[in-house]
């Protein structure tokens, strides 16, 4: 079962969002501030998030770049083009203009779910023929290992777990520095670079799509 947590200070549109989500067989969990939330994300990791932006204390804008690992569906009030732009560059896989249609929402949700991966039991992450093994930090393409660095790990993990974004370069600065505190602003293109061409070898394929200005994006191989 897929576990949907709705994070909106307004209590009624919460009630409304969790009765619907439970009708359609999803777990839920609730948050009414980015407080809350990050306290509740700490013990627990859900598949999606609904996610309003005017929360009292940490905002939705303050809380979403923390969120980079979950698909993130805001939904907000706010219909200017230029702050959606914004917000689906900072994280967001999708955006939802309220009042909304709750089959379109649906609708929505069910195409996020379906196209994000999930980490298995075996702490595997998988995207076509790419499976990244968590726990052994294996990395096969069709059964082919693939052998990388610690930096070169770390940014195919992340683009992984967000297979449908564009992550920009300052965030990915950002999510690998702990793991990866030799990676700069400057060398980060030379170990996409690598990278991109350590998976060509074993494949054949480009995995890594580059977004002029912005960051870079995983690319699946048409099957």
Request: hydrophobic share 40%; with cysteine.
């Amino acid at each position: 079962m897929y576990t949907i947590m709705i994070i909106d200070d307004d209590e009624s549109i919460g009630n409304m969002l969790e009765e619907l989500l439970q009708k359609e067989h999803y777990s839920t969990l609730r948050a009414y501030s980015g407080t809350e939330a990050r306290l509740c994300l700490s013990a627990h990791r859900p598949d999606l998030i609904l996610l309003d932006l005017m929360l009292p204390g940490l905002s939705g804008e303050e809380l979403l770049p923390e969120l980079l690992e979950i698909p993130v569906i805001v939904l907000s009030a706010k219909a200017d083009i230029e702050g959606k732009v914004k917000l689906l560059l900072n994280g967001a896989c999708d955006y939802v203009t309220k009042p909304f249609d709750t089959r379109e929402l649906l609708a929505r949700i069910a195409v996020w779910l379906r196209t994000s991966p999930r980490t298995s039991a075996s702490a595997a992450l998988q995207c076509g023929d790419l499976l990244l093994d968590t726990a052994s930090h294996q990395v096969l393409i069709s059964g082919q290992p693939v052998k990388l660095t610690r930096t070169e790990y770390a940014i195919l993990k992340l683009l992984m777990q967000n297979p449908t974004q564009v992550i920009a370069k300052s965030v990915m600065l950002d999510r690998i520095s702990a793991d990866t505190p030799d990676c700069t602003e400057n060398s980060l293109k030379v170990h996409i670079s690598h990278l991109r061409k350590k998976l060509q070898d074993v494949s054949g394929a480009d995995y890594i799509a580059s977004v002029w200005g912005i960051g870079f994006q995983l690319k699946l191989p048409a099957s």
